[in-house]
């Protein structure tokens, strides 16, 4: 795999969260998305991601999704994940960081993070 297409990350949705679906919307719409071909270990995007759930919350930024996201992260174990994103801060002011398992390509985690869009979420992969 070279590349992820809009097509592909749509279909590797299972969830049907709030979230998910807010996501897949953003998508729809022509929102700018990418995902790393690297894999990262689940174990280090966990803490990746309850470190920059903290500092987005002191900053008093709104974060949804966390909690369940990393439950689905705990449940990968060791397996490496790759990392994406959903960027809707042109037309809805939120961002969405994505979890996929690679084999099958699918999205195991979403978060959505409220910024606009002078922001830097500060993302890539951990």
Excluded at 4 to 14: C, D, F, G, P
Excluded at 31 to 37: D, E, P, R, S
Excluded at 104 to 112: D, S
Aim: charged share 25%; proline share 6%; glycine share 12%.
């Amino acid at each position: 795999m070279n590349e992820v297409s809009a097509s592909e990350l749509l279909a590797a949705w299972e969830s049907g969260s709030e979230v998910s679906v807010q996501a897949k919307d953003a998508l729809l719409s022509g929102a700018h998305f990418n995902v790393w071909l690297d894999t990262v270990p689940a174990p280090r995007l966990r803490g990746v991601l309850r470190r920059r759930v903290t500092a987005t919350r002191r900053r008093g930024r709104p974060v949804v999704g966390a909690t369940e996201c990393l439950a689905s992260l705990a449940e990968m174990g060791e397996r490496g994940l790759l990392v994406g994103y959903v960027d809707d801060r042109e037309r809805a002011g939120h961002w969405f960081q994505l979890y996929l398992d690679p084999h099958p390509l699918k999205v195991i985690g979403c978060v959505r993070v409220g910024i606009s869009s002078g922001d830097d979420p500060g993302t890539g992969p951990a």
